[in-house]
């Protein structure tokens, strides 16, 4: 019988080492420190089939994280599926600078607007446990999957399906973030680094020919109506995106517009109050 350290230096030669051990360690429901201490483990057929399934798939661009079921954001696991986009890091700066601005009120009221997987209004939720956080989605799975997370993380969010502010009424807030769809449809890189496989309703606006900002304008022109005075948007865009972004938080009536740095080094999010 195959054991876990020969699945694992026989994956190795199809796909990265590192992944490959995350997915021998997923198959056979060990730990790195098993797989070390214990090489000889055996795995099962049934288990060395479904180790072969899924390498072959890394092998074929799908992304670890769609594989494992899990993605990691602010410390936290999330459960993730093709209906939802994988988590990225630079997003962590729209949790850092939300808690920031929620901090300066004793409950602030939050919405995250295209939730996804939920990590925003999840780790909002973690972060401000004084806050009452809402969470909208267009698509009922991610919903499903963000909901999941939620009691992973025993995270009390009220979920609505929608398209942006729709399933809102009238309802203000002190805080507004989204992340929003943004890359330009038909951009090079939408067919790049395993992103054919996440949805693309949660990557691109859908407009052919356009500049990506098409959500963007949607959120950031409706904000004054959903904004409490003294109210914050907040929102991610793409690298090359802040200026106009700011443009369109300015035309929208918001004071106090600025573009905050990634970890990179990127205009990655942008926002303003409601004075
Ligand atoms: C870039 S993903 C962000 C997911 C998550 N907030 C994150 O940061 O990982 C954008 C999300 O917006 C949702 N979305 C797209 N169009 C929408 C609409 N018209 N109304 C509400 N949500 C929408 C997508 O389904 C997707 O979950």
Redesign the pocket.
């Known amino acids: 019988m195959t054991s876990i350290a020969e699945a694992w230096r026989a994956a190795s030669q199809r796909i990265d080492r590192l992944d490959a051990r995350l997915l021998v360690e997923n198959v056979a429901g060990c730990t790195h420190a098993d797989l070390i201490a214990h090489p000889t483990r055996p795995l099962s057929a049934d288990l060395l089939a479904r180790l072969d399934a899924l390498v072959k798939r890394r092998a074929g661009g799908e992304p670890l994280a769609y594989l494992l079921r899990s993605a990691g954001?602010y410390g936290l696991e999330f459960m993730v599926t093709p209906a939802?986009?994988?988590?990225?890091p630079e997003?962590e700066l729209?949790v850092n600078l939300a808690v920031e601005k929620g901090r300066q009120l004793p409950a602030p009221n939050i919405v995250?607007?295209?939730?996804?997987?939920g990590?925003?209004a999840i780790t909002l939720e973690r972060l401000l446990p004084e806050a009452t956080i809402t969470a909208?989605?267009?698509?009922s799975g991610?919903l499903e999957v963000a909901s999941v997370n939620a009691r992973r993380h025993t995270a009390d969010v009220r979920f609505l399906l929608?398209?942006?502010y729709s399933p809102l009424g009238g309802e203000r807030f002190d805080l507004i973030v989204a992340?929003?769809?943004y890359v330009i449809d038909g951009d090079p890189h939408l067919q790049q680094n395993g992103l054919p496989f996440e949805?693309q309703?949660?990557?691109t606006d859908g407009v052919v020919g356009g500049d990506g900002l098409a959500?963007i304008r949607?959120i950031v022109g409706n904000a004054a109506r959903h904004l409490r005075p003294g109210g914050w948007m907040l929102i991610?865009h793409g690298y090359d995106q802040a200026a106009a972004v700011r443009d369109l938080l300015h035309a929208a009536g918001l004071s106090d517009v600025a573009s905050w740095l990634d970890l990179s080094g990127v205009e990655r999010v942008s926002g303003g109050c409601l004075r």
Do not use: Q, Y
């Open positions: 954001f939802v986009l994988i988590p990225r997003t729209l995250d607007l295209g939730t996804g997987s990590v925003l909208v989605d267009v698509c991610a929608g398209d942006w992340n929003p769809p949805p309703t949660a990557l959500c949607v991610e």
